[in-house]
């Protein structure tokens, strides 16, 4: 068995393992980087990730610095308004119902906007998500921008993972290709480095690690056993990767466990999702616009409110929803009046069309008098000015509460102007919720709440930052501080002479 020594050893090539390999190295560690994946599939997550960046700000005068040649016209025609503290406090919390540590959501928030700015030095381009969710040409108002859902890197997760790589390929990290970590060196509680399977043998690499290389989410087992029934055949949106492996691994050698084991990130998507993401696509088989629409199960069955807040702060639930209903599909119906505010992804899908309901049932295969049912009790609930008072582009407290189904709490207008237009969705996992404990300097936590001397976590691997929900943009944002925290203590260990502090 070959063996190998660095500094600082980051299991795992996305987000937040290239940003602890950076901090690292900045501090003067040797560091090396274990990617699963070859070098055509390298990234993770967030490579297919839309990007989004949730952080503080004081509105588009302190976006501006960070945003690489801002397009004039998009600037004239958006309006961005401050994202405080306290409101990001407020949506972490208020998705996650009150459970996540609130030094750990902290920590992520109070170095939000320090963290883009790093990052902006390390080469990555920010800009406004301005046509994320709108066609901008389709509307003829100034679009305000949902305010902590307003920065994104630009190429979204293309561009993210290929800035970063560039930035650690410039400054001398190692970077190992088809190099699956399979297990930690321990002697006792002190992990002392990763053993890497090779097709032909094992090597030892020796050093303090970071684990950096997300969840369960790819691991159709370990879904069904954490996440329940319907849940190992699920669609992955992105990487084939994240089998949990390192996260079984450190749990086995006395790491802790926390947060929502049962929960995940699960959001709308084309019902023609591959199994597991396609980097020809990314994310573009989203399908986030349902808040314009009725969503109706198989048996043309509405089952969610679909206004009930900015698409930003329900989508990560939404999923779950869709894969509870019959054969885990679902149908966005829209009709002429809203059509025409769907975000530029749809243009991936085939959308059903009909002059009628009747018409649409048949072509979806749902029972028809139930659909026409469901749309004519919805439209009887909707107040009688409500074209005249929609707008799409904020929380419009345009309700309807029809009797027998869910409320609609926001763009609540009839759906009755032909051509009738569905898009079928269905589930597709990101990341998983449940994972190992750390503390605000990033060091894994042991079953006795002891950190675990050699350990580090950041990321998709970390537990307790989410619960039931999420708020778009945290968890890249997450990655990225826990990141540069992970990499700044892992190399704080490193004394002169290279030799380990305790």
Same mark, same amino acid.
């Given at each position: ?12 090539? +996305?987000?937040?393992g ?10 003067? !560690? ?13 990234g ?6 839309? /990007? ?21 016209n ?13 409101n ?17 959501v #902290? ?31 389709s ?9 902590g ?18 930035a ?30 090779? $097709? ?14 997300? +969840?369960?989410? !790819?691991n ?33 050698? +006395? ?7 049962? +929960? ?7 019902? !023609?999702?591959? $199994? ?12 986030? /616009? ?6 109706v199960?198989?048996?043309?069955v ?23 209903q ?18 530029p ?13 009747? #018409? ?25 000015? !409500? ?15 029809? #009797? ?9 207008i ?44 950041t ?44």
């Open positions: 068995m070959s063996t190998a020594e660095y500094d600082v050893i980051v299991v795992g090539a +996305g987000n937040a290239l940003v602890a390999a950076l901090t690292a190295r900045e501090a003067g !560690a040797r560091v090396l980087v274990l990617e699963a994946a070859n070098q055509e599939e390298r993770g997550n967030s490579r297919f990730s839309g /990007s989004i960046f949730r952080a503080v700000h004081d509105g588009l005068d302190s976006i501006r610095p960070i945003l690489v040649d801002p397009d004039e998009i600037l004239a025609r958006v309006s961005v308004a401050a994202y405080t503290r306290e990001y406090i407020r949506d972490w919390m208020n998705t996650s119902q009150g459970h996540p540590p609130r030094d750990l #902290e920590t992520v928030v109070d170095r939000s906007f320090a963290t883009l700015e790093w990052m902006r030095g390390h080469g990555v381009e920010w800009e406004l998500t301005a046509n994320k969710l709108f066609d901008l040409d509307l003829d108002q100034v679009y305000a921008l949902t305010p859902g307003a920065i994104r890197v630009r190429h979204e997760g293309i561009g993210l993972v290929a800035s970063l790589f560039a650690a390929e410039a400054a001398g990290i190692d970077i190992w290709y088809d190099a699956p970590a399979a297990d930690l060196i321990t002697s006792g509680a002190t992990v002392e480095g990763v053993r890497v399977r090779r $097709p032909d043998r094992f090597e030892e690499v020796r050093g303090t690690v970071v684990l950096a290389c997300g +969840g369960f989410e !790819a159709p087992e370990m879904r069904m056993r954490y996440l329940g029934p319907g849940w190992d055949l699920v669609r992955v949106r992105g990487t084939r990767f994240n089998m949990g492996t390192m996260l079984a691994k450190a749990l086995e050698a +006395g790491a802790q466990p926390t947060g929502h084991w049962g +929960g995940c990130h699960a959001s709308p998507q084309d019902a !023609a999702h591959p $199994p597991v993401g396609d980097l020809r696509l990314t994310d573009k088989l989203a399908r986030y /616009s349902y808040p314009y629409s009725l969503l199960n198989s048996e043309g509405r089952f969610v409110d679909e206004g009930e807040d900015q698409v930003f702060l329900t989508y990560a639930k939404t999923g779950s929803a869709i894969l509870r019959r054969g885990a599909v679902a149908y966005q119906i829209f009709d002429r009046k809203t059509a025409h505010l769907l975000e992804r749809y243009r991936t899908g085939a959308p059903i069309e009909a002059d009628t309901l009747e #018409e649409l049932a048949t072509r979806l295969g749902i029972p028809g008098d139930t659909l026409t049912a469901t749309v004519t009790a919805f439209n009887k609930a909707v107040a009688s000015d !409500a074209e005249l008072r929609f707008d799409p582009i904020s929380l419009d407290g345009l309700a309807a509460r029809p #009797e027998g189904q869910p409320p609609k709490s926001n763009w609540a009839t759906l009755d102007r032909a051509p009738f237009v569905a898009y079928p969705v269905t589930c597709g996992i990101t990341f998983t919720y449940g994972g190992l404990k750390i503390d605000t300097d990033a060091r894994v936590l042991d079953v006795t709440g002891q950190p675990m001397p050699g350990l580090y976590a990321g998709e691997i970390t537990g307790d930052f989410f619960h039931h929900n999420y708020a778009a943009g945290a968890g890249l944002m997450r990655g990225a501080v826990f990141g540069r925290i992970a990499g700044a203590n892992a190399a704080g260990r490193v004394g002169e002479h290279g030799r380990v502090r305790p």
